[in-house]
């Protein structure tokens, strides 16, 4: 698989010829359970392949229990935190989702409650940048357990939070035991306040909630992330993974057998969708209202045309009687009130043919 991938970067490399890297980003999966060796391999291919500028974000997704030192299938290695930031990665994002052991055992996490802690507790003598993962509107968390999970991540200095309601996806051990009514059906009404509480509390220590689901103290926002709402470029690399030019989106297949085969037979395992004018707006509108960058009048007037803009006005009317939408120099953006509805909203205002 690791040579798989690094001959997709290799057979990718002209896609980017006129572009600098500025994130590599692994995630997607749990690329933490790579070798250090691997990860340092595919680092050098990105760097042997394409421009990357001086000091680009490098950031890794990782459970608390992969970053263990003690990890069985690691007996050699004295700390992996810190041998992580040695091969040149800048950024952790660990997916913490709670402090406590119900709440993980119900979500069906591999770590528990003691590696949630410590793991952040040994990362934050490595690494400055850290994101943590944190789930509100699970059935049980109480507002007391909910406002102390937040304080742990303030009291360790953790930089940038990112923040989810609790879904029940479907053909999951919670989606069983929700229909079996062993556990109730998760709460809007309460995910809703522990939101409005989260967004209070970061706000008051010093975060910045520039996207729904993400608070980052300044110089602390995800480049990565940034990158994709902002509708930049950028190019995926593995089973599954999507990429974008501005124009077109394009995906690889899921299977990894397949992906492999592919491209030992030198052929790239993707498929690609031209994007019309209407899935460029529903798209810009969708992650527009989603940021602090808001969805600009002008160039929805400029990239897609007047009528594109009238529409948008007149389906946002009702929202910005509501209070849910406000429009500041020439800006549309979700106010207080909106932001937890801002999906929902979006597609009030998306174009249908």
């Given at each position: 698989m690791v040579q798989a991938l690094a001959k997709e970067i290799f057979m990718r490399k002209d896609e980017f010829k006129d572009e600098t890297v500025e994130t590599i980003y692994f995630g997607g999966g749990t690329p933490s359970i790579l070798q250090i060796a691997d990860l340092r391999f595919l680092i050098d291919e990105v760097y042997r392949n394409f421009n990357v500028s001086n000091n680009p974000e490098i950031t890794i997704e990782a459970n608390p229990d992969d970053l263990s030192p003690n990890l069985s299938f690691r007996p050699n290695e004295r700390n992996h935190i810190k041998e992580l930031k040695e091969i040149g990665i800048n950024r952790l994002s660990i997916g913490i989702q709670s402090f406590y052991e119900e709440d993980l055992k119900l979500m069906n996490r591999a770590h528990n409650a003691t590696e949630a802690l410590a793991c952040l507790q040994v990362a934050t003598q490595y690494f400055d940048n850290i994101t943590a993962d944190l789930i509100y509107g699970i059935p049980g968390l109480t507002d007391e357990k909910w406002a102390q999970n937040i304080q742990t991540l303030l009291d360790l200095g953790i930089p940038h939070i990112s923040s989810y309601a609790l879904t029940v996806e479907p053909k999951t051990a919670l989606a069983t035991l929700v229909k079996n009514g062993?556990?109730?059906?998760?709460?809007?009404?309460?995910?809703?306040?522990?939101?409005?509480?989260?967004?209070?509390?970061?706000?008051k220590n010093g975060f910045v909630h520039y996207e729904l689901s993400n608070f980052g103290k300044e110089g602390y926002f995800s480049k990565n992330n940034s990158a994709y709402w902002l509708g930049k470029k950028y190019i995926g690399i593995g089973p599954s993974a999507h990429s974008y030019d501005g124009k077109n989106r394009s995906w690889n297949v899921a299977n990894n057998s397949l992906y492999v085969k592919s491209l030992a037979d030198n052929k790239l395992p993707s498929e690609i969708e031209i994007l019309s004018l209407t899935d460029r707006y529903n798209e810009y509108v969708m992650t527009g209202l989603r940021t602090i960058w808001g969805v600009s009048l002008e160039r929805i007037e400029k990239e897609f045309g007047v009528a594109y803009l009238e529409y948008l006005l007149q389906n946002a009317y009702f929202h910005l009687k509501e209070g849910k939408l406000e429009i500041t120099n020439q800006i549309l953006k979700t106010t207080r009130k909106g932001k937890f509805f801002c999906d929902g909203i979006a597609s009030d205002l998306f174009f249908v043919n």
């Open positions: 062993k556990i109730p059906t998760p709460d809007d009404g309460v995910a809703h306040e522990q939101f409005l509480y989260l967004v209070d509390t970061l706000e």
